[in-house]
């Protein structure tokens, strides 16, 4: 069912070398241009997309990158008298060190914050080189060795070596997307707290992302100054610039290797015949015909050319009948479950909670909560909305920092510890609200949990298969989360959880939303997980479904333990009942 | 099918294709008119400035035209191609790369407007060898060894070397002493940086006048209260006033009347031609630009009576700026070129262009029509332009002045 059954390399190959004879067969130094051009800005959006694309922090600000690199070859060649061939490495290296600088503070920033500090860097630089003087710098003509400085009469070289870098950038894209870094990428922008959760160092890896970015977007920027041969500040750190590489992304598609190669291939070109054919006709035109051709793709496919026509290739090839099969294989977790046999709780504990509190501007969420879990224990936790369920899940995998209290995993005082650093140390966890990576297969799904105890691809994708093995999904491994049903996703983001190999996972509401025999079938899984050994902490609203399930309960009430003890006598207690029904009810609790 | 079933051979076609070719040749040998190219900005943030210059060159071609043509070349006509440079570096050189590479026939052009498209658009038309008239006055321009630019303004350097004792005398002539202080608010494009660098670096020095208040803004200004209010607590004797969008003009201009700064209290000098486009008028009431002097490349002068009054009549514009002046100017300087050269081809223009030695420069302020080995118009001047009654006119040098330049007095 893989769209691309060859390697991903072979296509891109293939249009290096279609793009290669074709400018080769051009002798109009104008459209070789605008073959270079495109190669351009194509390798410029990629390196947008590299970061913004598969991290989802949209950035305004790339031209910062891309003018560091223009400047390194124009102030390089006219101070020191260095070699464009030198000057484009260097370019990237500055370009990296600038996004190292500009990530380290700026991902603090979430969403559109982040988006708008990134606007400011180039209009900041842009004045800064205006105040230094660099207003217009133009590259000087070497007449005496012109190749040794980059400087050819035939722009064919240009394309050529334009050519090269783009080819470079893609493969390296696509090696990226398929390794650990890009699914890492991928889950930060699916979500990055369930990233985190997940046991991903997210703040690393856009880290990492932003200086391999900066150091594309500057090389590129460097190698631009050689075609443009005059850099001015406006032309290389403007808003335009960076707009441009937002534009042929996402007009071609986020998150793609193809989306940026696919809007510069067409926009481009489409550019500059409008201003070319209308531009002294009717001035300005141009611009509006531009515009209105973005916006109408950007209506009808609004997440890029690429995924609308992949989806429309996909609607066209029927299904395989593996949805038929799918659910056969998927039936007997349900079915089978009762049946399963486990051994009882140790009594040795693994997770200890001492005097957990966090409150928020006044409201205590969670005050003076201990309990302990034991080895393949399943603990409930229950209590009526706003009891502080989730909020101490949050507090034990490290979304948030207790206010006061201790939290030991397996011996080891694990309180305040990040979330990527928990799931290292064994708590895995689910969330109310799924967060699937929809556009993925449900293995490359689980995948993302996997890397953090699988120290290569190859291991990680085993982990992974096991895990999907586990909670019954095998026969639909290869499918994409969009095409699942809602248990099916409950059952993949267990497999991500388990994937991490936890020793304590901890499910928020995994049930909610399931009818009772897709519930049933869910139960069954969870059953048998514990019965091979993984202890469980589980929220849950329903009542009934969880009498049968849990070893113990705890009772939450207003933030505070209200009673901790075993299902038959939790569900018996006056305070349970008046916490879930009110006052009145509570006289009836032993009728 | 065999070959030899078709009765239209395809050596017939051959023959028939080489006689078609070889006859256009022919008409091609003698061009119905010989082609110059004017790269301008039509579109964006300088559509303006470079109409007008179309409007120059328009009407310079139809003067030609009607007077005879190219006489050398048995009367042929001027021609013009129109091409839009947009308003950024990259389009203007794509722009120009197209020029080159698709009007082959051109045997020079005129451009670029702004200082930045003209040396991007020059990187072009170098390694092309198609030779270039430029307004732009900046100096960089000319100064990277190339050989087809032709700068028909005096530089930014030489006009603020030249402006700055004209003011003086200017003013010592109205007023009976020396400013001794002066004020300056700078944007800080690229043509402002240029003209107040030297300024500040020694030419205040050298005459004679102390920098009290020194403010570099980046357009467009939200408010001009604290720059003003810095130059009244200064109180200098001269305001070098250096905006590029004319809202930042009318911000600062109207702040100076508010605080009774205004209408030559302290006497506003500006560089360059945006304090004095016809644009103003529309933001700026006439009486708040009263006495406003500004130092300029070109503007219409003595001598060009008749031709504003036809530029004004045919384009209903108020006035001859330099984007007018100069290229009107510049076609003629190509036209006699072409004379001179006796061959419409571009080298052999450029050649011309670099030998000519054309007299005393008939529409462009100062010096002579030739140009040195840099590609610089020899002694070429400037023009003090002062607003009067709602008009800027040339009030300096005398030679070329249509009024008298009115010094306010405190």
């Known amino acids: 069912m893989k769209l691309f059954t060859l390697k991903p390399s072979v296509p891109v190959l293939l249009f290096a070398a279609v793009f290669a004879a074709v400018s080769l067969s051009i002798t109009n130094s104008y459209y070789q241009l605008m073959m270079t051009l495109v190669l351009v800005w194509a390798v410029f959006g990629l390196s947008w997309n590299l970061l913004s694309g598969y991290t989802g922090l949209i950035s305004f600000g790339h031209a910062a990158f891309f003018g560091i690199g223009a400047y390194t070859t124009v102030l390089g060649q006219i101070y020191f008298d260095i070699t464009p061939w030198l000057l484009i490495p260097m370019g990237a290296l500055f370009g990296g060190l600038a996004g190292l600088l500009v990530g380290f503070p700026t991902f603090r920033l979430q969403g559109h914050y982040f988006a708008l500090a990134m606007l400011a860097y180039p209009l900041a630089i842009l004045y800064v080189f205006e105040w230094l003087g660099f207003q217009e710098v133009s590259l000087p003509i070497k007449r005496e060795s012109p190749i040794a400085y980059m400087q050819f009469a035939d722009g064919r070289v240009y394309t050529l070596l334009a050519l090269v870098l783009l080819v470079g950038t893609a493969l390296l894209t696509q090696y990226i997307e398929r390794s650990r870094f890009g699914r890492a990428l991928l889950a930060i922008k699916q979500n990055a707290a369930a990233a985190e959760a997940a046991g991903i160092n997210t703040f690393a890896w856009k880290l990492r992302a932003i200086t391999l970015s900066g150091a594309i977007a500057s090389g590129i920027g460097a190698f631009y100054a050689i075609v443009l041969l005059v850099v001015t500040p406006q032309s290389v750190f403007g808003m335009l610039v960076s707009a441009q590489a937002l534009t042929v992304a996402m007009f071609g598609g986020i998150g793609t290797v193809w989306g940026p190669i696919i809007g510069a291939v067409i926009l481009i070109p489409l550019a500059e015949v409008l201003q070319a054919g209308l531009g002294s006709r009717l001035p300005g035109i141009q611009g509006v015909i531009f515009g209105l051709a973005i916006i109408a793709v950007v209506l009808i496919a609004p997440e890029g050319l690429f995924w609308k026509i992949r989806d429309v290739v996909r609607k066209r090839r029927p299904h395989a009948p593996v949805v038929v099969e799918a659910a056969e294989t998927a039936g007997p977790v349900g079915a089978a479950a009762p049946a399963f046999e486990r051994t009882p709780a140790t009594g040795e504990v693994i997770l200890e909670v001492r005097g957990l509190s966090r409150s928020f501007s006044g409201l205590n969420a969670v005050q003076e909560v201990s309990f302990q879990l034991q080895r393949n224990a399943i603990l409930g936790i229950i209590g009526p909305n706003g009891a502080g369920k989730t909020t101490l899940f949050n507090l034990l995998n490290g979304f948030l920092r207790p206010d006061a209290g201790t939290v030991w995993l397996d011996g080891r005082d694990m309180t305040g510890r990040k979330p990527h650093e928990l799931c290292e140390a064994g708590i895995g966890r689910t969330f109310q609200v799924m967060r699937p990576f929809l556009r993925m297969s449900v293995a490359d799904n689980v995948i993302v949990g996997a890397f953090v105890r699988a120290k290569t691809d190859q291991e990680a994708r085993q982990h992974a298969a096991a895990a999907i093995e586990r909670v019954g999904l095998a026969a639909i491994a290869d499918r994409l989360a969009a095409e699942l049903t809602t248990k099916e996703l409950r059952l993949m983001e267990l497999a991500r959880a388990l994937a991490s190999q936890p020793k304590v996972l901890l499910l928020d509401e995994t049930l909610a939303g399931l009818g009772s025999q897709e519930a049933e079938e869910v139960v069954g899984v969870i059953r048998r997980l514990a019965a091979e050994g993984v202890t469980i902490a589980i929220i849950e609203h329903t009542m009934q479904t969880m009498v049968k399930l849990v070893d113990r309960f705890l009772v939450l009430d207003h933030g505070a333990v209200l009673v901790e003890g075993l299902p038959e006598s939790v569900t018996r207690d006056p305070r349970v009942i008046e916490a879930y029904l009110g006052k009145k009810w509570a006289g009836h609790a032993d009728h | ?410």
């Not at chain 2, 030779?131 to 630019?149: C, E, M, N, Q």
């Not at chain 2, 030419?203 to 467009?220: I, M, Q, R, S, Y």
Request: charged fraction near 20%.
């Open chain 2, 1 to 410: 099918m065999a070959e030899s079933d078709n009765p239209i051979s395809r050596r017939t076609l051959l023959a028939g294709a080489t006689l078609g070719l070889a006859s256009w040749r022919l008409w091609a040998a003698q061009p119905a008119e010989i082609k110059v190219g004017l790269l301008v900005p039509l579109s964006g943030l300088y559509a303006r400035p470079g109409n007008v210059m179309r409007h120059g060159a328009e009407m310079a071609i139809d003067h030609i035209n009607a007077q005879g043509g190219v006489k050398a070349l048995g009367g042929v006509r001027l021609g013009l191609s129109v091409i839009d440079c947009g308003d950024t570096t990259e389009k203007a050189k794509n722009a120009a790369q197209r020029m080159v590479a698709q009007q082959t026939d051109l045997v020079a052009a005129i451009g670029a407007y702004l200082s930045s498209f003209t040396l991007a658009v020059t990187e072009v038309t170098e390694r092309a060898s198609l030779p270039l008239l430029t307004l732009s006055y900046a100096d960089s321009i000319t100064d990277r060894g190339f050989k087809y630019v032709f700068q028909t303004s005096a530089t930014a350097q030489a006009q603020a070397e030249q402006a700055l004792p004209e003011i003086m005398k200017l003013a010592q002539a109205a007023t009976g002493k020396r400013p001794q202080t002066v004020a300056i608010i700078t944007d800080n494009t690229g043509a402002s940086i240029a003209s107040v660098k030297p300024m500040r670096e020694r030419l205040l020095a050298a005459n004679g006048l102390k920098l009290v208040v020194d403010e570099t803004f980046t357009p467009p200004l939200a408010d001009a209260t604290s720059l003003v209010q810095k130059v009244r607590s200064a109180r200098p004797d001269l305001l070098f006033f250096l905006p590029t969008v004319i809202s930042d003009a009318k911000l600062v201009l109207e702040k100076m009347n508010e605080f009774g700064l205004g209408q030559g209290r302290i006497p506003t000098v500006s560089f360059g031609i945006a304090i004095a486009e016809p644009d103003m008028l529309q933001t700026v009431a006439p009486e708040f630009l009263q006495g406003v002097l500004t130092c300029v490349a070109n503007w219409g002068f003595k001598g060009h009576e008749a031709l504003i009054a036809e530029f004004k009549s045919r384009y209903k514009e108020p006035w001859m700026t330099q984007n007018a002046i100069s290229t009107y100017g510049d076609m003629w300087v190509i036209k006699n070129a072409l004379e001179a050269a006796g061959k419409a081809d571009r080298a052999s223009v450029a050649t011309a262009l670099r030998t000519m030695n054309g007299g005393p420069s008939k529409y462009y302020p100062g010096g002579e029509v030739r140009f040195d080995a840099k590609g610089r118009r020899v002694g070429a001047g400037m023009t003090v332009v002062q607003w009067q009654s709602g008009i800027p006119v040339t009030v300096m040098p005398p030679q070329l002045a249509m009024a008298q330049p009115v010094w306010p007095k405190k």
